[in-house]
Structures are given as structure tokens and as C-alpha cells.
């Protein structure tokens, strides 16, 4: 049995909402641990396209034209919702302060339905975004509307991905449910490498690049022999051109550059890699394993939609650890019983 599957039903019975949902990796998550989505939303039409095809269900577009009644109760609310500044100009800040932001819509949404957990995600940088005040600002927003904050940035990298991907992680809960602390996952480190979720040479070959201007230093590459030893991070192994934004490239015995959305050069969106004798981009398939997506995930769309699609998502593996500090931190894990004899009478009464 493998680590997860032990929790697979620790949130059946649960509700949860999928906000700023792009392909659902809130949604792989919360799922695999038997929770039920019952509403969605996101307006890029290609990642709905990706996500009706995943999930078999169109979002819902514009959070904002969305009324808080429209949407269904809840116990969860997930959302990796976009980074923007608030216009705090030195005043208090608070739920007022956060209007005309997206981050506004999901305290609303939370204000009207009182869901006992917020599990949220974004960049980095949203720690120190204009000198820590977006954060702050999030954090007195949820207090003010009842929720305890925690926060966290966590590296997948440190989670049994070859990708290295560092995020903030930040999770309210109610305050009646007087949860003391709470405490995120700590790293497994497992040692992985590219080179362990890369696909067959047949199926890459439209990702390799053929450039005159590339130059691998072969001192930088990695022997296989100390494999063990390195550093769970990418390995830089050579250049192309002037070594700018996509041109960069790594060892496949190191692990995947952060996917992004945007970004420019020949590796544009996934780095350039050093494998198997040819220098390459990463392939789509390629992006949902280091994001940890199930084998089974489709991708409905252009290489380059999917590319920017698995940039923005979420590395789902850290969100299942997650999960299990959630379902494990002991205010919960009583609330989660209570729910599961709940279910469980209304089935017997039934
Ligand atoms: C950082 S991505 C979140 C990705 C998601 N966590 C996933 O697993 O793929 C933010 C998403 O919010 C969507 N978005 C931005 N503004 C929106 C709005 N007003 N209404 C609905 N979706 C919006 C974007 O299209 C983008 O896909």
C-alpha cells in the first residue's frame, strides 16, 4: 500500500470548492482523498477544456460575476488564486482592503459560507510581496472573518518530486474549531531524478532542439555512480547562446526548473535538459509527472497550452502531504470521525 492510500477515504463525506481551478490539481488532490467537488471555477478556456475532459465537469467563468448564494455549501475551499497588490496606502487592512483583488472573491465566498478549512497556494514571492503587507493583509482579512492563518513555503523538491518548485502554502481554519497549531508536512527527501519519469527517446523526439550555439560542459555532468549524492535540485550542465531565460541547460540525473507559464528561448516554459546524448525540452506528459498528476491525466490541448497549463497548476503530491497534516492535526481528525458516524447513520436511517 502505498503512503496515500491509507488516507484515500479520510475525506469522504467532505464538500469542497474548486476556486481559480485551472486543470485541478486541488482537485486530484482533494479527490484522492474521497472528497467531493461541488462547484468550480475558471475562465481560460483551454484549461476548462482540460478540466471537463479530467474531471467531467466545465467551471464555472469570472469568480467575480459569481454570487457568493450561487455557489454550494462547502466544508473546504480550495484556491490558487493570482497574486495582486492591495492598496493598503498605510491604513488598516482588512477584508474592506482587499476589494477589486481576486483574493477578495475567495474571502467573500468564505465570509458567506463559513467553510472550516481555506487551502490556498501561490508563488514564492507572495511572502514578501510589497514588503510582506499582501500577506499580512490576507492574514488580518481571514481573522477578521473567523478564521486561524498558517502559512508556509515548502519545496516539491522536498516531497518526492524532481521538480523544484517552491510555493506558499496557506491554510485557515476556523476558529471554533480551535485548532492550536497547525503543523504543515515535513520533507520526505526521497531521492528522485529526472531520469525517473522521463518518456522513451521515440515519443520525445519533436522536443529535442537543434541549436550550433550549445555548449556542455561534460565536468558538470553528473556520474551515475553518484547518483545517491546529489543534491535533489537541478543540475546545471551546459548553455545555448548567452545562458539567458530557456537557455539553460540541466542534468536529467538532477530534477526539472520550476514549469512556468510564461517565459521566453528554446526552453521556453520547462528548461532544456541533457538526456540521453540530446538536449531537449521536457513533453507535456513529462510536466504532469514532475506536478505529480496521476498517470492517467489527460491533455486535451496544444503542447503549448499544456505547457503553460502545468506551469501554472500546482505540484499535487505536496498538497496530498498536506492534506494528510490536515487530516491528522487532532482538532480535525476528531471532526473528520464525527462526520464519517454521521454519513454512516444517515446511511443506516436511509
Ligand atoms: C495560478 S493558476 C491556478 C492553477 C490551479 N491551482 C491548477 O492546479 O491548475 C490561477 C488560475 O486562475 C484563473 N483565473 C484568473 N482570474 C480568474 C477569474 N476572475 N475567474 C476565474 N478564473 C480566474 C486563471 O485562468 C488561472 O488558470
Known amino acids: 500500500m502505498s503512503y496515500f492510500e491509507e488516507y484515500s477515504d479520510a475525506l469522504k463525506g467532505l464538500k469542497f470548492i474548486d476556486l481559480f481551478a485551472g486543470i485541478g490539481g486541488f482537485r486530484t488532490a482533494m479527490e484522492s482523498f474521497g472528497a467531493e467537488c461541488v462547484f468550480s471555477s475558471e475562465w481560460d478556456k483551454h484549461a476548462q477544456k482540460t478540466y471537463l475532459e479530467n474531471y467531467g465537469e466545465m467551471p464555472e467563468g469570472d469568480i467575480t460575476t459569481i454570487e457568493a448564494e450561487d455557489i454550494p455549501a462547502h466544508d473546504i475551499l480550495c484556491a490558487g488564486f493570482p497574486c495582486q497588490p492591495f492598496s493598503i496606502s498605510g491604513k488598516r487592512m482588512g477584508f474592506e482592503d482587499t476589494r477589486g483583488t481576486l483574493f477578495f472573491d475567495v474571502a467573500r465566498i468564505a465570509n458567506h459560507h463559513k467553510p472550516k478549512i481555506l487551502f490556498m497556494e501561490n508563488v514564492r514571492n507572495f511572502e514578501t510581496h510589497d514588503n510582506g503587507n499582501t500577506l499580512k493583509t490576507v492574514k488580518e482579512t481571514l481573522n477578521e472573518i473567523g478564521y486561524d492563518f498558517w502559512c508556509k513555503v515548502l519545496n516539491a523538491s522536498d516531497y518526492g518530486l524532481p521538480h523544484n518548485r517552491e510555493r506558499i502554502f496557506m491554510i485557515a481554519i476556523r476558529k471554533e474549531l480551535n485548532v492550536k497549531d497547525f503543523k504543515f508536512p515535513i520533507p520526505t527527501y526521497e531521492e528522485t531524478c ?59 540525473l538532477g530534477h526539472a526548473i520550476t514549469l512556468s507559464a510564461q517565459g521566453g528561448g528554446p526552453g521556453s516554459k520547462t528548461g532544456c535538459y541533457l538526456i540521453n546524448g540530446k538536449v531537449r525540452k521536457l513533453a507535456p506528459k513529462e510536466c504532469a509527472r514532475v506536478q505529480g498528476f496521476p498517470e492517467g491525466f489527460k491533455i486535451p490541448v496544444s503542447d503549448g497550452q499544456a505547457w503553460k497549463q502545468f506551469g501554472n497548476s500546482v505540484p499535487v503530491t505536496v498538497l496530498k502531504h498536506i492534506l494528510v497534516s490536515i487530516i491528522t492535526t487532532p482538532e480535525i481528525s476528531s471532526i473528520l470521525e464525527n462526520e464519517e458516524s454521521l454519513e454512516d447513520r444517515e446511511l443506516a436511517t436511509a
Open 194 to 252: 529526472l531520469r525517473d519519469i522521463i518518456l522513451p527517446d521515440e515519443e520525445t523526439a519533436q522536443y529535442i532542439i537543434n541549436r550550433n550555439d550549445m555548449t556542455i560542459d561534460e565536468s558538470k555532468i553528473p556520474s551515475e555512480t553518484l547518483l545517491n549524492k546529489l543534491p535533489n535540485r537541478p543540475v546545471r550542465v551546459g548553455t545555448i547562446n548567452k545562458g539567458g531565460q530557456g537557455e539553460r541547460i540541466y542534468s536529467d
